[in-house]
């Protein structure tokens, strides 16, 4: 009958291949921190785009709109990565892909039906269903 410290496999080289990496990550670090060149001009600092002179702050704030456009822009792109798919193997999965699909796409149908009735994709100030704040006194 075998025993326990038959299955088990050694861990020494693990432990040596972790050790060989921390060093070789050390000493490229340390490497670069010798031979790098280090600047000390007051331009080294500055934002620099594209050979222009930056004519404002290099921290602009924008609008959560933007992020939200974009994360439905992405959201919905990989869904026609989906669906893609499914169009390449159409033939193959039959009247079930194509049930499947279907209710996909309506489930992507009525996410876009939510958001649209959220107001998130208006670009509009207050346009939302859930902004209609009561200011004591002193309403715009």
Same mark, same amino acid.
């Given at each position: 009958?075998? +025993?326990? $410290?038959?299955?088990?496999t050694p861990l020494w080289p693990m432990i040596v291949y972790f050790m060989a990496v921390i060093?070789?990550?050390?000493?490229?670090?340390?490497?670069?921190?010798a031979l790098g060149q280090?600047?000390?001009?007051?331009?080294t600092g500055e934002p620099y785009e594209s050979g222009?002179?930056?004519? +404002?702050? $290099?921290?602009l704030r924008f609008d959560v709109q933007f992020y939200m456009v974009a994360m439905f822009f992405v959201i919905f792109d990989i869904e026609a990565v989906f669906i893609f798919a499914w169009s390449v193997v159409v033939r193959e999965v039959g009247w079930a892909g194509y049930i499947e699909i279907s209710l996909f796409i309506?489930?992507?149908?009525? $996410?876009?039906a939510y958001l649209w009735r959220q107001g998130a994709l208006n670009w509009g100030r207050?346009?939302?269903?859930?902004d209609k704040i009561l200011l004591t006194g002193t309403e715009r």
């Open positions: 009958m075998a +025993g326990i $410290a038959d299955y088990a060093l070789l990550v050390a000493a490229m670090l340390a490497l670069s921190y280090k600047h000390r001009e007051r331009s222009m002179v930056p004519t +404002g702050p $290099a921290r309506a489930v992507l149908a009525v $996410a876009l207050s346009n939302r269903t859930g």
